[in-house]
């Protein structure tokens, strides 16, 4: 009789519970044991000024590698609206109705941006 192989654990690098189900879904039948930093009392805030979707993803996947000591994985999204040109910043889907906004908050403040417009296309950055 052979011994299973131990998993390692891996780190899902967010704290939002949303994005955690959607990495551990991407390590899925992998020797990968997915943990929380909640899992293990990590409480971290990873910087997120780099100019581009991939190299918040790959300094979050660092910090937060940093401070756990564990292997990572870390994305990082937002949303692309061209025709709201400099009005909108796709890095910022998040952080643009200000630090402290609710998610019914930043939906308002979109809503508002796009008034003028009609039907406009919206899509993952990529």
Known sequence: MTKAAKKADILLGTGNPAKQAMLAELVEGL???PVSPQDIGLDSNPDETAPSHEEVARDKAAQWSLDSGLLTIASDGGLVIPSLGSKWESLF???FAGTSATDNDRADELLKLMSPYEKI??????
């Open 31 to 33: 020797p990968l044991n």
């Open 93 to 95: 889907t998040h952080r």
């Open 121 to 126: 296309p919206a899509q993952p950055p990529g």
